[in-house]
């Protein structure tokens, strides 16, 4: 758990199961907290010379000193992973920080979202600094997810993938599946239809996405599915004005 004391201070602490209490962090708290598949817990933290994703090791109960994710920009930072310009990392090329500007920043730890588990066990997270974020593996090892999606705005998990949605390289707006497995995506919802998505919501039973958007061409707010087996689309309707509407389906 990780908060602030009545002084101000920040903390990110351990309570045991017979209730003692004891720091693992003493002055700085952690954004986000996640058990991860190998029972360890992760966390995000940004704060005086500790930035980064740091575990607490679920058997020996104390925390790894190397930082799981070392996102300081110095290159000479330990870490396993170290995002750091001219580190031996994956940021080290200016392409790829250019193309990762939410991941190859200093604050990056603490901007991790929609941390989702696949069914193969591999952990991602979209990594945002309020605009559109990057697709990033997290464990059993850190990487960037390459996706025709740059600018990620609404991501969910379709059984073994994810549904992206955002713009593209051009700015266009684009909605993709993305294979964790193979590393590649698919095209869902193209630029040409100029929709921007608001919301996606997956159906296991029927294999569909929802979502809601608005369409540029003739500033229309759409509410449809598309097949994520098919690329099928269907429009269920444009007089709709808000999701909750939508969500009556």
């Known amino acids: 758990m990780a908060g602030n004391s009545t002084g101000g201070s920040a903390w990110t602490r351990r309570l045991s199961p017979t209730l003692e209490l004891s720091n693992i962090f003493p002055d700085a708290a952690a954004s986000w907290l996640a058990l991860f598949p190998d029972g360890n817990v992760y966390f995000g933290v940004s704060t005086n010379q500790q930035w980064g994703i740091y575990r607490f090791m679920a058997d020996s109960k104390?925390?790894?000193?190397?930082?799981?994710?070392?996102?300081?920009?110095?290159?000479?930072?330990?870490?396993?992973?170290?995002?750091?310009?001219?580190?031996?990392?994956p940021c080290k090329?200016?392409?790829?920080?250019?193309?990762?500007?939410?991941?190859?920043n200093g604050g990056f730890a603490t901007n991790v979202g929609n941390l989702t588990i696949t069914q193969g066990?591999?952990?991602?997270?979209?990594?945002?600094?309020?605009?559109?974020?990057?697709?990033?593996q997290l464990w059993p090892e850190f990487?960037?997810?390459?996706?025709?999606?740059?600018?990620?705005?609404?991501?969910?998990?379709?059984?073994?993938?994810?549904?992206?949605a955002g713009t593209n390289a051009t700015?266009?707006?684009?909605?993709?599946?993305?294979?964790?497995?193979?590393?590649?995506d698919r095209v869902l919802i193209p630029a040409a239809s100029q929709t921007e998505i608001y919301n996606l919501a997956y159906s296991a039973s029927t294999g569909e996405v929802f979502f809601d958007g608005l369409r540029f061409s003739n500033n229309t707010y759409v509410v449809g599915k598309?097949?994520?087996?098919?690329?099928?689309?269907?429009?269920?309707?444009?007089?709709?004005t808000s999701f909750s509407d939508f969500q009556a389906f």
């Open 226 to 240: 598309v097949n994520v087996s098919s690329g099928a689309i269907t429009y269920l309707g444009t007089t709709l």
């Open 62 to 89: 104390t925390l790894d000193p190397t930082p799981w994710v070392n996102s300081r920009w110095d290159r000479n930072a330990s870490g396993y992973f170290v995002l750091a310009p001219g580190a031996d990392g």
């Open 143 to 164: 990487k960037l997810a390459n996706t025709s999606v740059t600018g990620i705005t609404k991501m969910t998990a379709a059984d073994s993938s994810f549904v992206l």
């Open 171 to 184: 700015g266009q707006n684009i909605t993709v599946v993305f294979d964790p497995t193979t590393e590649s």
């Open 121 to 136: 066990g591999v952990v991602y997270a979209l990594a945002s600094n309020g605009g559109g974020g990057d697709l990033v």
């Open 93 to 104: 090329a200016q392409a790829v920080r250019d193309r990762h500007p939410n991941v190859c």
